[in-house]
């Protein structure tokens, strides 16, 4: 299984990303997939994910600013981050969870500063 993450990078705050993760090696329509963050000092933690009914679930820390989206036919979930704040600097991991196991990508870094 690979998870290959993209789209970090250095950005303004208030400014917007979007991440992307392509999965390889796994049946990714049975995936619940979903994105967490790392930041220096502190334990990684869920930004966004779907739920194994298809719903979505966000960190209070990012409600209302991200949006997690998946495209089944390119095997790739997405995080659109806006009004992103110099909190939001973490190393964002791709994660996917199947038949009781957790696979995680390498990671893309994301830094908010002026």
């Known amino acids: 299984v690979q998870l290959q993450a993209s789209g970090g990078g250095l950005v303004q705050p208030g400014g917007s990303l979007s991440l992307s993760c392509v999965a390889s090696?796994?049946?990714?329509?049975?995936?619940?997939m979903g994105w967490y963050r790392e930041a220096p000092g502190k334990q990684r933690e869920l930004v966004a994910t779907?739920?194994?009914?298809?719903?979505?679930n966000y960190a209070d820390a990012v409600k209302g600013r991200s949006t997690i989206s998946r495209d089944n036919s390119k095997n790739t979930v997405s995080l659109q981050m806006n009004s992103l704040k110099p909190e939001d600097t973490a190393v964002y991991y791709c994660?996917?969870?199947?038949?009781?196991?957790?696979?995680w990508g390498k990671g893309t870094q994301v830094t908010v500063s002026s």
């Open positions: 994660n996917a969870r199947i038949y009781g196991m957790s696979y």
């Open positions: 779907f739920t194994s009914d298809g719903s979505t």
């Open positions: 090696g796994i049946i990714f329509s049975s995936s619940v």
